[in-house]
């Protein structure tokens, strides 16, 4: 997500009041609802990848990706998770092979098929928990809403020191402990709600996976920045492209479906949602 802009600010609101109840319902309706969701996610992720990671717009560059992460979005949605990271995996061996074979760097490849197939996967695997799916994924997400909204506005009315200028110039340290506040304030209001489990252990995990989502911010910027560009892409007004509005947001579900795999692999939202 990108930094604090002023004029900006009416874009940003309107984009969001119009993104975020498609992406609520999607995650309501959970199944192929949901797939269908992640499946233009996907398209959209996989070209602004391209663009940023191998340096072309081109839409041939990113069909490879998006056609992985198209299968990997259908084998994750009929349940097969584990199949589907595999099939990331090839596909990058796949790409790595091509890009050896043509003296271009290798390292986008590594980047891109991860950070294009894997959040999607982990998503579909998280909303696949039946008893806390839709729980987990709305905890995921307003939360990660209330780190960008805290934090751009601590950020903006606080200012002070700034978090890493070089890649990111206008995130500040106030940016970042007010999205810690947001975090924390949702995840213990998410555990009252559900009335299992321990506040205060949830709100601990939340401030963990805000650290995480401004790392995935600052991955993301420095993407930008070595590209050369300011945005990822000009789909979203106010926003960029669909990368700005996710970049947290990709870092955080790795992180949630992590520390699921290692608490509650058998039932992967109960597994980052509930803790003792």
């Known amino acids: 997500s990108s930094g604090p802009r002023a004029g900006d600010l009416g874009a940003r609101v309107v984009s969001a009041l119009v993104l975020a109840p498609v992406a609520l319902a999607a995650v309501w ?4 609802v949901f797939a269908l969701l992640l499946a233009i996610a996907a398209v959209l992720m996989s070209v ?17 990706l998006a056609a992985m992460a198209l299968l990997a ?37 590594f980047i891109a098929y991860p950070y294009v197939i894997l959040p999607l996967v982990a998503l579909i695997w998280l909303r696949g928990d039946e008893a ?11 939360m990660v809403w209330a780190v960008d909204i805290f934090a751009y506005f601590a950020g903006r009315f606080i200012g002070g020191p ?18 810690m506040v947001g975090a924390v304030i949702v995840s213990v209001g998410f555990s009252l709600w559900l009335g299992t489990g321990t506040p205060i252990l ?3 995990v939340a401030l963990g996976l805000t650290i995480i989502e401004q790392a995935g911010d600052f991955a993301e910027s420095a993407m930008k920045r070595r590209a050369g560009v300011k945005d990822s892409g ?3 007004p106010g926003h960029g492209g669909i990368l700005d509005r996710v970049d947290g947001l990709i870092a955080v ?24």
């Open 29 to 32: 309706f959970g199944g192929w």
């Open 48 to 64: 602004e990848s391209a663009r940023l990671l191998f340096g072309t717009d081109s839409p041939l560059a990113a069909a490879p």
């Open 73 to 109: 979005i259908v084998l994750a949605t009929m349940g097969l998770p584990a199949a589907a990271v595999a099939l990331a995996a090839a596909g990058m061996a796949f790409s790595l092979a091509a890009r050896s074979w043509k003296a271009e760097p290798l390292w986008p490849a």
């Open 132 to 142: 806390y799916g839709l729980a987990a994924i709305l905890w995921l997400l307003t």
């Open 162 to 179: 700034k978090l890493a200028p070089r890649i990111s110039p206008k995130k500040t340290w106030a940016g970042l402990i007010g999205g």
């Open 202 to 204: 949830l709100a601990i």
């Open 234 to 236: 000009a789909l979203i």
């Open 253 to 276: 579900v790795l992180g949630a479906a992590l520390l699921s795999l290692v608490h509650n692999a058998a039932h992967p939202a109960a597994g980052v949602l509930i803790w003792p």
